[in-house]
């Protein structure tokens, strides 16, 4: 097994999987508000893919080894949920903390983003971690080029983290994406700079750090699928689909809501 490169055709595919995707995270922002359940949302979202994007969620029913089906088409964790949550009945109140996480198929290619969405208004460590998460995976982003390797990434976005007294998860990590959901490479979101694997034009991967306000331990609630932090400390996490270009990095999950990037940063 190895890493699949894209042709200019795929490419393509992705590049529309990478849109759409983040069009759903747009379509939904805003019926994020208190009184909202978080199935709500799902169902907002189910029936925007299949019923006006003609994608396919990815989510729904996956079943990697070891795990049962997952039960909805968009993943939602709030607050001290890392990442996985599966949507119910909880209702969202002001100050809770939610990212989604969507994943579309379209024409057989998959495009994968997440980003936080504040709830009314966010308290002031919920709002900063969620922004330094952000330039975290920025961080990360702006290091893909040919001939980069994986261990450049993942040590930007710790040493960025570690420096505001937050802590990496370490169990859950970037993938390469394309005709799977999740193919190789692992893309962890920690590490030393100059290992890993080398950066080749056409790989298409996703940066996706999951970032904790305590101690980086999860563990994996009953229902076989929601991550918490061990401490119970917030976590947050955002996500990008990148494809690796002749000359540098091209985001796929864009939209026109997507937010910019931090200041600065972005070439
Ligand atoms: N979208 C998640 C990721 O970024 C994976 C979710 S798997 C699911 O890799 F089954 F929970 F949806
Ligand atoms: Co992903
Ligand atoms: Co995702």
């Known amino acids: 097994m190895s890493v699949v490169i894209k042709n200019r055709e795929e490419m393509g595919k992705m590049r529309l999987a990478g849109?759409?995707?983040?069009?759903?995270?747009?379509?939904i922002a805003p019926y994020v508000k208190p009184g909202v359940t978080t199935g709500k949302l799902n169902d907002l979202c189910h029936t925007y893919m299949v019923g006006v994007q003609g994608t396919i969620p990815a989510p729904l029913n996956y079943a990697p080894p070891g795990y049962k089906?997952?039960?909805?088409?968009?993943?939602t964790s709030v607050n001290h949920q890392v990442c996985h949550g599966i949507p119910g009945d909880r209702v969202l109140k002001g100050g809770d903390a939610l990212n989604i996480d969507v994943t579309v198929i379209k024409d057989g290619f998959h495009g994968d983003s997440s980003r936080m969405y504040p709830v009314g208004e966010p308290g002031i460590q919920a709002r900063r971690l969620a922004e330094v998460t952000y330039e975290c995976m920025?961080?990360?982003?702006?290091?893909?080029?040919?001939?980069?390797?994986?261990?450049?990434?993942?040590?930007?976005?710790?040493a960025h983290a570690e420096q505001h007294g937050f802590s990496i998860v370490r169990e859950f990590c970037g993938h390469g994406i394309g005709r799977k959901f999740h193919e190789e490479p692992q893309v962890l979101h920690y590490g030393k700079a100059g290992t890993g694997l080398r950066l080749e034009p056409?790989?298409?991967?996703?940066?996706?750090?999951?970032?904790?306000?305590?101690?980086?331990?999860i563990r994996e609630l009953a229902d076989g699928w929601t991550i918490v932090t061990k401490d119970h400390s917030l976590s947050a996490q955002w996500e990008h689909t990148v494809l690796v270009t002749e000359s540098a990095y091209?985001?796929?999950?864009?939209?026109?809501?997507?937010?910019?990037?931090?200041?600065?940063?972005a070439s």
């Open 69 to 75: 089906p997952f039960p909805k088409s968009i993943c």
């Open 138 to 158: 920025w961080r990360g982003i702006v290091l893909v080029r040919p001939g980069a390797q994986l261990g450049d990434i993942g040590a930007a976005i710790q």
């Open 202 to 217: 056409g790989m298409t991967f996703t940066i996706e750090p999951m970032i904790n306000a305590g101690k980086p331990g």
């Open 19 to 27: 849109r759409l995707a983040a069009e759903v995270l747009d379509y």
């Open 250 to 265: 091209e985001v796929l999950t864009v939209s026109a809501g997507s937010p910019p990037p931090p200041p600065g940063i």
